[in-house]
């Protein structure tokens, strides 16, 4: 079994002095969940910051058993950090050399302060009053987290996926920060494919009878939207191959959701299983503020630019070294992505390496295949 992991919280604002956001909103103080691994050096410069992907967490690697506040979310199969092949000593990111800090999205549901939290002027939670939340607004708390840890420059910023947008955020509003970005199947700006997508996700949930507008905590939560939600996504994030080979034989027919209609195959069976799991353990107004973050995301709008040369001008100027990885399999962030990224890039002579992973395993191939991902990052990290 991996080494024992724990959460720890950041508080950061107050009622006083609080947490401003970029559309105007308020929050009389924040938590921010995180771990870390490995040890912080004396002079506090091998800190890697690791950002995690749309329905993931702070917890990366080891055994975490229980969070506090979080509850029946916190199920079984989180119990394992998520990165476990990539984090440790000897692996990819090796924590016998960096300090691996990971922390839960601002408007996350696993132990940051979000809209399942206590509104501290209402003593109920958040709900549809907890606000709309930007890449740039995650990285600006990430930042005061950072400084609580005296840490001044950042070794590296990592991010898969969704990840990837906050990485690259954070390597461009505060260029000075950070000396290495490794930005894992992800992209430049949303593409109106994926907005489309998302945009079904939120109506899926949006219409779901139990969703009251986001207010639902002190009743039954929005489980059939966040399944239907879950199974437009999925399909993005799996090669079609794969949900082939994964999906079982034989016919599980719901008595819980279908009146009328019966599955007729175990890929219908399939997709539904795995949207019926994912909502024991994520919270449906947490999901729509993640995918409105990435609904909106363009990068050059993140750091406050007038263009993408202005914006990575930035990381040339602060001498940052890129490494972006593209997966030919990918259905949920193109390869064609990661291009526009590289382009902008190389056009702002930015030191940027492009590498292309050979996959049949789609978007989730990061999560799946750490051997086509480790030397290169073992590389840039030392380099």
Not at 21 to 39: C, F, K
Not at 117 to 122: A, D, Q, R, W, Y
Not at 149 to 161: C, D, E, N, Y
């Amino acid at each position: 079994m991996p080494a024992e992991s724990r959460t720890e919280f950041f508080q950061t604002g107050s009622p006083t002095a609080p947490v401003r956001l970029r559309d105007g909103s308020v929050l009389p103080g924040i938590t921010l969940a995180y771990e870390t691994w490995g040890t912080l050096n004396e002079d506090r410069s091998n800190a890697v910051f690791l950002f995690h992907a749309l329905s993931g967490s702070h917890h990366a690697v080891g055994h975490n058993p229980q969070i506090e506040g979080v509850g029946d979310l916190w199920q079984p199969e989180m119990h394992e950090g998520w990165w476990e092949s990539m984090i440790g000593p000897g692996k990819a990111i090796n924590t016998a050399e960096y300090f691996v800090i990971c922390a839960n999205y601002l408007g996350g549901c696993y132990g940051s302060t979000g809209p399942s939290s206590l509104n501290p002027e209402t003593s109920k939670p958040w709900g549809a009053a907890f606000p709309a939340v930007s890449a740039a607004d995650q990285v600006e708390v990430f930042a005061k987290l950072l400084d609580h840890f005296k840490i001044s420059v950042l070794h590296a910023v990592i991010g898969p996926s969704v990840g990837g947008l906050v990485a690259l955020t954070f390597a461009t509003r505060f260029a000075e920060r950070v000396k290495n970005v490794i930005v894992i199947a992800s992209g430049f700006k949303t593409t109106v494919l994926n907005r489309l997508i998302l945009f079904e996700q939120i109506l899926a949930i949006e219409n779901d009878p139990h969703f009251h507008g986001g207010d639902y905590y002190d009743a039954d939560a929005p489980l059939y939207g966040l399944v239907l939600a879950r199974m437009i996504s999925h399909k993005t994030f799996v090669h079609l191959d794969a949900i082939e080979k994964r999906a079982r034989q034989d016919v599980v027919q719901p008595d819980d959701v279908l009146a009328w209609y019966r599955v007729r195959d175990q890929f219908q069976s399939y997709m539904l299983h795995q949207g019926k799991k994912f909502v024991k353990r994520f919270d449906a107004n947490t999901y729509l503020r993640i995918i409105d973050l990435w609904s909106r995301y363009d990068a050059t709008q993140e750091g406050d630019a007038e263009t993408p040369s202005a914006l990575f001008d930035r990381a040339r100027s602060a001498g940052q070294r890129w490494l972006v990885f593209s997966i030919d399999s990918d259905f949920c962030f193109y390869p064609e992505e990661q291009a526009e990224l590289v382009k902008h890039l190389e056009e702002a002579q930015v030191d940027v390496m492009h590498i292309t992973v050979h996959s049949d395993k789609g978007h989730d191939s990061f999560l799946l295949e750490p051997n086509l991902y480790t030397p290169h990052i073992s590389w840039v990290l030392g380099k």
